[in-house]
């Protein structure tokens, strides 16, 4: 028990910082001509809280010591997994401060869309949870409760009444197991959005990425933030080649890594440019078979990126519509349950009691 509540300790710590705010600040400060070291220096001076001032005097530390920015990020766990990959790219550019703003951009992006998406993702958690509620009420309390006053009556009722719970019993386990597929899904595309953890994220991405739909949105992101480090590679001069191995190394989606490896390998053997399924879509293949300088290619590449950030956004709207729409109706299919248990079964009570006064034969 200390052992959890520690670890729920640090979890909520954790949680505190807000890396989009940590990185405003370190980017300001590399604007006015100082270094990362100084900008931790400043938010050490100005943490909320002693635990908070600790943390940054670690990364402080850790960067006096010769660790990168994102190896120091890791070691304390203070930002998503995707953050800390593509700070780690930043790192490797020509130019770490407009590195950088691209970053801070793509979190703005995000924290403006969870914004916005707030009554998409609040309305399905309020269904889901009420669905939840009379899942536990019916299956724990109203159907062995009923089944507890049939025994009073005769055996005729008794079994008609079991067999219409039965019925009660196998609808609530449909629903308890619609509940845990939609209201999953669900959660774990939001964590793997919008959480702030770098273990929690990194955990409810991978497996959204193996779940069909939420793959494509996390995808889309992903490619959104990779591709728009890319052009800030290329158009600060740094090679197509060296580009693409810093990005193999900073991605988490395997099929963007396979393609960029199968792409390095063709242009180190044959000097050829792959326009590989996995990251151009027939549109973006036509617009990059013009390019001929890195800056070229650069510019086609935020635009690439610029495409996929669009459609991650009107996929994930797409996807909290469904959703709603389906936590409205497993909602609806719980006041059914409700209905079928408590008030057909007073009706059916009733009603064997007046056949039995008839004389009728079960």
């Known amino acids: ?61 850790d960067i006096k010591d010769g660790n990168s920015f994102s190896d120091a990020l890791a070691k304390q766990k203070i930002s998503s997994i995707d953050i800390i990959e593509f700070i780690a790219m930043a790192e490797k550019s020509v130019n770490f401060k407009s590195s950088l703003e691209k970053i801070v951009h793509y979190l703005e992006v995000k924290e403006t869309f969870k914004r916005e998406s707030s009554d998409k993702t609040s309305l399905p958690t309020i269904y889901f949870l009420i669905a939840s509620i009379v899942v536990i009420a019916i299956k724990f309390f109203a159907v062995p409760m009923q089944i507890e006053r049939s025994l009073q009556y005769s055996q005729e009722i008794v079994n008609l009444i079991s067999n219409h719970l039965a019925i009660a019993q196998l609808l609530t386990d449909i629903l308890f197991m619609s509940l845990i597929i939609f209201a999953g899904y669900f959660l774990i595309l939001l964590i793997a959005l919008f959480d702030k953890s770098y273990t929690i994220q990194y955990m409810a991405k991978k497996i959204a990425l193996l779940l069909p739909f939420a793959s ?5 992101f992903e490619k959104f933030a990779l591709f728009s480090m890319l052009s800030e590679m290329l158009s600060s001069g740094i090679t197509y080649k060296n580009a693409l191995e810093s ?25 050829k440019f792959i326009f590989h399924s996995y990251l151009y879509d027939d549109m973006e293949k036509e617009l990059l078979a013009g390019t001929g300088s890195s800056k070229q290619l650069g510019l086609v590449m935020n635009e690439i990126s610029q495409r996929a950030k669009a459609d991650a956004m009107e996929l994930s709207t797409k996807f909290f519509r469904m959703i709603t729409f389906i936590s409205i109706f497993l909602m609806a299919f719980a006041v059914f349950i409700e209905f079928y248990t408590i008030v057909l079964t007073q009706i059916i009570i009733q009603k064997g009691m007046i056949d039995a006064s008839k004389g009728v034969a079960f």
């Open 216 to 220: 494509i949105i996390v995808v889309k």
């Open 247 to 271: 990005a193999i190394n900073s991605t988490s989606v395997n099929k963007f890594k396979i393609a960029m490896i199968q792409t390095l390998t063709s242009i180190k053997r044959d000097g």
């Open 1 to 61: 028990m200390r052992f959890m509540s520690c670890w729920r300790a640090k979890i909520r710590f954790i949680m505190k910082i807000n890396i989009l705010t940590m990185l405003k600040t370190l980017l300001f400060t590399l604007q006015n001509g100082k270094n990362i070291s100084s900008g931790m220096q400043i938010l050490c001076k100005t943490a909320k809280s002693s635990k908070e001032r600790k943390i940054y005097t670690k990364i402080y530390d």
